[in-house]
């Protein structure tokens, strides 16, 4: 049972707590103001006992800055000192293999002990720009090709392809070639139920999206669970759930700051993918019926209010899903409300203020 996968539960909170930074750019600001609240978020949840943290593989989404989550993750890297970083994920069916070998071999030497790499099959972006990313115009073929490039990026990592292997001679650098060293452990990440399946027979860890797909939650969670074999890897199924979630000292400022997330993924869903608006912007939008139907279905798996508040929706979530461990995105157009947020969600469990290592 490897560590590197199993946190350890901080405060009276009953499963570890992560963190989902999916780089927002808020109306109003620039990626590199985006970028800067990333560290801080990772600062802050490092300092505050939060397990891990991780960027998302995101494309043509002028409202997410995160398309190149190795680079972020390097940054991070050098601003921080023990808390897991990894993606969440990286969509490997926009990459080739060895490239992802070579970036995450990279990060490991530059983070040893500290770098996850997990990894979808969705192109993290529209049909488009799947296409420009894959140079083909037929994106889904890359998807179906999801377990071979997964086999292949495993042999990468652990530069052990057979004798006869048209790849043999070929090593992922920084990687074992160059001595014995560890190396980032595969998460699998989704939405529904391809990856749990794939995820529970090769006896790897899980992560679902039920931030964006929480009708599918359940039904994965069982899938992974009832299709797990134990592996080298984990002896036990171990999945934890991407949720979002904002606390604030105001439970109405608190759905006013989230709404505005709400109509930003209206955009995109619509075809209108911008920055993330204002609250004053959210509040302000004319919501037509089908609109309105649609946010509230929304909000209805965001889990928001005071710190008590947000405590007892995310114990529930919990109960529910039997989750391993809660990773937490915050959703609002600000840096200061989802640093906010973070803060009074480590209070509300008890999190230490666990300082910087010396």
């Known amino acids: 049972m490897s560590d590197a ?19 927002t750019v808020g109306s109003g600001r620039t990626a590199t103001q985006a970028l800067a609240t990333s560290v801080e978020i990772g600062r802050l949840a490092e300092r505050r006992g939060y397990h891990r943290h991780w960027v998302a593989e995101h494309h043509s989404m002028p409202g997410v800055a995160s398309s190149s989550p190795a680079v972020i993750l390097a940054h991070l890297a050098a601003h921080t000192r023990r808390i897991r970083l990894g993606s969440g994920g990286v969509m490997l069916p926009n990459h080739a293999p060895l490239v992802i070998a070579e970036q995450f071999g990279t990060l490991e030497a530059l983070a040893p002990g500290r770098i996850d790499l997990g990894l ?14 894959r140079r083909t115009d037929r994106p889904n073929e890359g998807a ?17 392809f057979p004798d006869g292997h048209p790849y043999a001679r ?8 160059q ?19 794939l995820a529970g027979m090769l006896g790897l860890p899980f992560a679902f999206a039920h931030h964006f797909s929480a009708q599918n939650t359940l039904p994965a969670l069982d899938l992974y669970r009832d299709s797990f074999r134990p592996s080298e890897v984990l002896d036990a199924p171990y999945a934890l759930i991407g949720v979002a979630a904002l606390a604030h000292d105001d439970a109405k ?19 209108r993918p911008g920055l993330i608006p204002t609250p ?8 037509g019926a089908a609109e309105e139907e649609f946010v509230n279905g929304w909000l209805a798996n965001v889990v928001f209010g005071t710190a008590d508040e947000v405590r007892t929706g995310l114990d529930d979530l919990r109960k529910r899903t ?4 809660l990773m937490i995105t915050a959703n609002a157009h600000g840096g200061e409300a989802r640093l906010r947020s973070y803060e009074l969600i480590a209070d509300a469990y008890g999190l230490p203020e666990l300082g910087e290592r010396p």
């Open 5 to 23: 996968i199993r946190g350890t539960a901080h405060g009276d909170s009953p499963v570890p707590l992560s963190v989902l930074d999916l780089v």
């Open 120 to 133: 979808g099959r969705a192109p993290g972006t529209d049909g488009a720009t799947a296409a420009a990313l």
């Open 144 to 160: 179906d090709d999801f377990p071979q490039q997964l086999v292949e990026l495993t042999r990468f990592l652990d530069d052990d």
């Open 170 to 177: 070929i090593h992922a650098v920084p990687g074992p070639v």
């Open 179 to 197: 001595g014995p060293k560890g190396r980032p452990p595969i998460w699998l990440l989704g939405s529904s139920g391809f990856s749990a399946r």
């Open 253 to 271: 400022e608190a759905r006013r700051q989230v709404l505005t997330g709400a109509l930003s993924m209206l955009r995109l869903r619509t075809g």
């Open 280 to 287: 004053e912007e959210a509040e302000a939008y004319p919501f």
């Open 322 to 325: 039997g989750a391993d461990e």
